[in-house]
T-cell receptor, first 112, second 115 residues
Framework: SQTIHQWPATLVQPVGSPLSLECTVE??????LYWYRQAAGRGLQLLFY??????ISSEVPQNLSASRPQDRQFILSSKKLLLSDSGFYLC???????????FGPGTRLTVL | GNSVTQMEGPVTLSEEAFLTINCTYT??????LFWYVQYPGEGLQLLLK?????DKGSNKGFEATYRKETTSFHLEKGSVQVSDSAVYFC??????????????FGKGITLSVRP
């Protein structure tokens, strides 16, 4: 069966510090991968998606970036965090021929 | 573009009450429709889905029917439990796999069930 992991689970970072969140998927090959952000009390915002290694599409201009160095690894990064980057970050995957997405447990990021 | 509208919340019910959460959508073509549930502090879990008109998705006592004529996908459960307390999201996809499998989500609604 397929599983999706995210880490860290919780992160507290000062403004201006760098960020690296990691997402890995097991039990499948060539998945589509997604990063979402969920701000407090709000819905989900799609940040990035990837259909293959090195292929990243950005949905919202911001100071975040994403990379996919391996087939089942998706990384969300920032060089300098802003207060507005605080939120719950969710990674998701879908099969390459499917539109059903499965979500990871999320990372709670607080920028102080 | 595609959009999903959910009823305003929060919703508070007593245990064993009947639940309806409304969801309507706007989309071109023939989207797939989904309900996801998010328990406190967790990621989203797929609750059920339907891929074509008149399909009924069901899981854990929850049901939703894809109504193309009313562009709706309302979630129902006959008897809610305290453990159903969570945030519920309605979503649609463009119906195409691969690069076009992005989901459009509603804003979510919080359900609280009292013992």
């Amino acid at each position: 069966s397929q599983t999706i992991h995210q880490w860290p689970a919780t992160l507290v970072q000062p403004v201006g510090s760098p960020l690296s969140l990691e997402c890995t998927v097991e039990g499948t090959s060539n998945p589509n991968l997604y990063w979402y952000r969920q701000a407090a009390g709000r819905g989900l915002q799609l940040l990035f998606y990837s259909v293959g290694i090195g292929q990243i599409s950005s949905e919202v201009p911001q100071n975040l970036s994403a990379s996919r160095p391996q087939d089942r690894q998706f990384i969300l990064s920032s060089k300098k965090l802003l207060l507005s980057d605080s939120g719950f970050y969710l990674c998701a995957w879908s099969g390459s021929l499917s539109d059903t997405q499965y979500f990871g447990p999320g990372t709670r990021l607080t920028v102080l | 573009g595609n959009s999903v509208t959910q009823m305003e919340g929060p919703v508070t019910l007593s245990e064993e009450a009947f639940l309806t959460i409304n969801c309507t959508y706007t989309a071109t073509g023939y989207p797939s429709l989904f309900w996801y549930v998010q328990y406190p502090g967790e990621g989203l879990q797929l609750l059920l889905k339907a891929t074509k008109a008149d399909d009924k998705g069901s899981n854990k006592g929850f049901e939703a029917t894809y109504r193309k004529e009313t562009t709706s996908f309302h979630l129902e459960k006959g008897s809610v439990q305290v453990s159903d307390s969570a945030v519920y999201f309605c979503a649609l996809s463009a119906g195409q796999a691969g690069a076009n499998s992005k989901l459009t989500f509603g804003k979510g609604i919080t359900l609280s069930v009292r013992p």
